[in-house]
């Protein structure tokens, strides 16, 4: 059985942590998987995930943003997207942009002896200085950029594929192959310490049957709808990546974090789930996401229910390398309130915040708010925002919500 850590717990052991830091700086490795809540993990369709959390600790209150820009946006910069003055997506080709100098996990470990290299997808702006597409992770802290995309593909098999500063070549490898195939090379060839960050396009759209061999044998329901056979499929391709991961020389005694950046795609759900309440939305199926920690200072076979958020990811990264957090970055722990939100096409104003205790409120654009409890109510069906008692959870929770 699985132990559940205590309320309010962490993944780390705090005196396991303190061991970490006075042991010899460890290799640090984050996989952002795109577009993946936890439910869609099952022992047959992920088992390398399986794998992991019975190595380390799943967090099962952990949150995202609703659209992946922003998510990726928290993990890079340690910052809220309402904390670095941008809400919209960062689009590679026209902005917006953060400031130039505001400190980056990669920066923040490059400056403390690691080597860095990001291996796949950006979505993150321009470089801060050229104010072009090309090279922008180099100018945000990482060393290389490896087998990238600016953003989302639109195709697997015939991509724009970025290498450090060079103009984007035409790539024709299935791209989950060739990014794990690049970041092994990178993995081998790369001093101690090092810290990886694989943003896989899977499974994002395009829908599409992965290579057989990536799938080990995995076959979805016959009688789904198409998309979400091959969304599932392509869920077991991610895996495989995880699998291809668990290889590589060391990743023992590293730390690993995998996460998703946002909830299940609109026209991949599975039977049950709402298309109007998953990404781009923030019901729990469009912020509630998978996560998980591996390695030295973490629970094994655990489950932390305490809340936590992506921007907490870098904190954790900085803790175990021995550096600094920075004074301006929004980690919290334990976390009281986690808060998600981005402006949409249309300039819709998507936002939540969630408390500790499980209440959330949430409100798109003008329409009316809506408050749950979601230890009672994980479906979100019984809207509490007009019911008598909740005046003064509602006004703890508008002052974040609107601050």
């Not at 005196?15 to 640090?28: G, H, I, S, T």
């Not at 729990?284 to 489950?303: K, L």
């Not at 003064?392 to 929770?397: D, F, K, M, N, R």
Request: aromatic letters at 8%; one cysteine or more.
């Amino acid at each position: 059985m699985r132990k559940s850590l205590p309320t309010g717990a962490l993944a780390f052991n705090p005196r396991a942590l303190d061991d970490v830091r006075a042991m010899p700086k460890p290799n640090l490795v984050l996989v952002v998987l795109d577009d993946l809540i936890a439910a869609d993990l099952s022992p047959a369709r992920a088992p390398n995930w399986n794998d992991l959390i019975a190595q380390g600790t799943e967090h099962t209150n952990a949150y995202s943003m609703p659209v992946c820009s922003q998510s990726r946006a928290c993990i890079l910069f340690g910052r809220l997207g309402r904390s670095l003055g941008i809400l919209q997506a960062m689009n590679a080709e026209e902005g917006p942009e953060p400031p130039a100098d505001a400190l980056t996990l990669p920066s923040l470990l490059r400056s403390a002896g690691y080597s860095t290299a990001l291996v796949g997808k950006w979505h993150l702006g321009r470089h801060p200085v050229s104010l072009t597409p090309i090279g922008a992770p180099l100018g945000r802290g990482y060393d290389r950029w490896i087998a990238g995309s600016l953003d989302n593909l639109d195709s697997y098999t015939a991509w724009q594929r970025y290498e450090d500063g060079q103009p984007p070549q035409i790539e024709m490898g299935y791209a989950t192959q060739v990014q794990m195939t690049a970041a092994r090379a990178w993995w081998d060839a790369t001093p101690h310490p090092k810290f990886l960050h694989i943003a896989l396009a899977a499974p994002h759209a395009p829908f599409h049957n992965p290579p057989p061999a990536l799938l080990g044998g995995y076959t979805p329901d016959p009688s789904l709808p198409v998309n979400r056979q091959r969304y599932e499929r392509m869920i077991r391709s991610a895996d495989w990546a995880l699998g291809e991961l668990r290889q590589f020389p060391g990743i023992q005694n590293s730390l690993v974090c995998v996460v998703a950046d946002n909830g299940t795609p609109q026209n991949a759900t599975a039977p049950g789930q709402d298309p109007e309440r998953v990404k781009t939305t923030t019901y729990e199926d469009g912020i509630r996401v998978a996560c998980a920690w591996r390695g030295p200072g973490i629970t094994a076979d655990a489950d932390s229910h305490a809340l936590t958020h992506l921007v907490d990811i870098p904190a954790r990264f900085l803790q175990a390398a021995g550096v600094s957090v920075p004074s301006c970055w929004d980690y919290e722990e334990p976390r009281q309130n986690a808060i998600s939100e981005a402006i949409l096409a249309g300039g819709v104003h998507e936002r939540a915040v969630i408390s500790f205790d499980g209440y959330k409120l949430r409100r798109t654009g003008d329409q009316p708010e809506e408050l749950y409890y979601l230890p009672e109510d994980p479906f979100e069906l019984n809207d509490l925002v007009s019911s008598p008692g909740y005046q003064e959870t509602l006004a703890s929770l508008r002052a974040l919500l609107y601050a």
